[in-house]
T-cell receptor
Framework: DGGITQSPKYLFRKEGQNVTLSCEQN?????MYWYRQDPGQGLRLIYY???????QKGDIAEGYSVSREKKESFPLTVTSAQKNPTAFYLC??????????????FGPGTRLTVT | ELKVEQNPLFLSMQEGKNYTIYCNYS?????LYWYRQDPGKSLESLFV?????AVKQEGRLMASLDTKARLSTLHITAAVHDLSATYFC??????????FGEGTQLTVNP
């Protein structure tokens, strides 16, 4: 079955610790995205990547880092510099094309709680 | 500024009634997507609208796109409780990423 997996589903960390959220897709999509969602809010783009070994900052990249070493994988690290990291994190992927954005498919999400 | 605005943000309606959710966007685009999110869950794709005048229907939901007015509508016909969810529209405004609306939280009451 093709799809996007995110792990873990729930993650608990102490303040001051870095944490890495996993996102894997087997849809053969070139583009991958990370969003943050706070309770009752919409989605805010953290980082996105349209091709391996390249990525761009979204609207709220401060305190986060990513890598894109493989087409299938786009891990997100939440660093200790992120002031309010507790949130629901969603990964998405899509076909990539120049000057066009195609339908994005979402993973199940990781709910991160930092205390 | 690239902006996508949905209204209403909160909608409480009775079963059996009709209603429309509106999605306005700030600059030219011919691609618009509607998603549904159930509480605590991820986003599920509902409709892909790829041209001016596009209309898609699935069950009690119908989505349309007017690119000249920069407006999409999501019409709900004879609402049922199972439609209770948050609905997001998303628009390709920059050619490299989607911009999402704030979401419309729909509650259908018996």
């Amino acid at each position: 079955d093709g799809g996007i997996t995110q792990s873990p589903k729930y993650l608990f960390r102490k303040e001051g610790q870095n944490v890495t959220l996993s996102c894997e897709q087997n849809l053969n999509h070139d583009a991958m995205y990370w969003y943050r969602q706070d309770p009752g809010q919409g989605l805010r783009l953290i980082y996105y990547s349209q091709i391996v070994n390249d990525f761009q900052k979204g609207d709220i990249a401060e305190g986060y880092s990513v890598s894109r070493e493989k087409k299938e994988s786009f891990p997100l690290t939440v660093t200790s510099a992120q002031k309010n990291p507790t949130a629901f994190y969603l990964c998405a992927s899509s076909i990539a094309a120049t000057l066009r954005v195609y339908e994005q498919y979402f993973g199940p999400g990781t709910r991160l709680t930092v205390t | 500024e690239l902006k996508v605005e949905q209204n209403p943000l909160f909608l409480s309606m009775q079963e059996g009634k009709n209603y429309t959710i509106y999605c306005n966007y700030s600059t030219t685009s011919d691609r618009l997507y509607w998603y549904r999110q159930d509480p605590g869950k991820s986003l599920e794709s509902l409709f892909v609208l790829l041209s001016n005048g596009a209309v898609k229907q699935e069950g009690r939901l119908m989505a349309s796109l007017d690119t000249k007015a920069r407006l999409s509508t999501l019409h709900i016909t004879a609402a049922v409780h199972d439609l209770s969810a948050t609905y997001f529209c998303a628009v390709d405004l920059s050619g490299s990423r989607l911009t999402f609306g704030e979401g419309t939280q729909l509650t259908v009451n018996p």
